[in-house]
């Protein structure tokens, strides 16, 4: 894969602390892209001259807006914008989830995801338009699982917000897709691992994976997106798009 020059474009990742966002961030920056970074704790790159590095709850939609407003100011126009922050707890049967464990999981892997959509729409519309959105989706939005009723409800949501916002927002040159990075071994897996069959029962195969090594690495994630985002020879309209696994 070929992608062109990237230096001195611009790209927000929210979740970027650790994990896919934080491996995203990193590669972003070898290739000389400005770079918008959030999350509760703080972003996997430090705030420089061509880093915006902010802490923040993506359920908070006034702090997006600042951190949206506080991005613009110093780079302009964001090129790309990728909602990644996301949560997989609560896990277990859904007679035995509370609201308030489902509420919470919602509002940041779909409310969340709607608060950074809405912010960047705004935002490409006061810059002439264009740009690319990726909703980081998941498999969990094509298949329910036993144990992931709050996370497969809330990636099923994102899928089809993003082909909303690509139908409202087509006309304005933006583009948008719901991308599903295969399986990258995070925290996000370590707690998958960690749960009882009994809470998830599909929990052996992730194991298995593990002692297969047989994972997706969140470099060959940040450059399949660059690619999505970047190569015209990658470029679709199609808003659902599922990596292949990098080890065939
Ligand atoms: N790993 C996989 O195999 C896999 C597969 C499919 C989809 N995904 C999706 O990929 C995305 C990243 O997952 P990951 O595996 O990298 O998970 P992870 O290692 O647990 O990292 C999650 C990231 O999201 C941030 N985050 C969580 N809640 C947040 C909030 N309320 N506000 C701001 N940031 C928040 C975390 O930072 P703080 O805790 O510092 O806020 C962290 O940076 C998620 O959307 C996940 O559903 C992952």
Not at 54 to 61: F, N
Not at 141 to 151: K, R, S
Request: hydrophobic share 40%.
């Amino acid at each position: 894969m070929s992608l062109p020059d990237l230096e001195g474009r611009t790209a927000v990742i929210t979740g970027a602390s650790r994990g896919i966002g934080a491996a995203l961030a990193r590669e972003f920056s070898t290739h000389g892209m400005k770079l918008g970074l959030c999350a509760r704790a703080e972003p996997a790159l430090p705030e420089t001259e061509t880093v915006v590095a902010v802490r923040l709850d993506v359920t908070s939609e006034q702090a997006v807006e600042a951190f949206t407003t506080r991005v613009e100011r110093r780079f302009g126009g964001v090129d790309l914008w990728i909602n990644n922050a996301g949560v997989l707890d609560p896990v277990g049967p859904i007679r035995d989830l509370s609201t308030i464990e489902f509420r919470a999981h919602i509002d940041v892997n779909l409310t969340g995801v709607f608060i950074g959509t809405r912010a960047y729409a705004r935002h490409r519309r006061t810059h002439g338009g264009g740009g690319v959105l990726i909703n980081i989706s998941s498999g969990a939005a094509w298949h329910g699982y036993a144990g992931w009723g709050a996370y497969c409800a809330g990636k099923a949501g994102v899928e089809r917000l993003t082909d909303c916002i690509a139908l409202e927002e087509a006309e304005s040159g933006l583009r948008a897709h719901a991308v599903a990075p295969g399986i990258v071994d995070t925290d996000m897996q370590e707690m998958i691992r960690a749960c009882s069959a009994d809470r998830f029962p599909d929990v052996e195969r992730f194991r298995q994976m593990k002692r297969e090594a047989s994972f997706n690495s969140g470099t060959y994630v940040a450059r399949q997106l660059l690619a999505i985002a970047f190569d015209p020879a990658r470029r679709t309209d199609e808003v659902a798009i599922r990596l292949e696994d990098e080890n065939g």
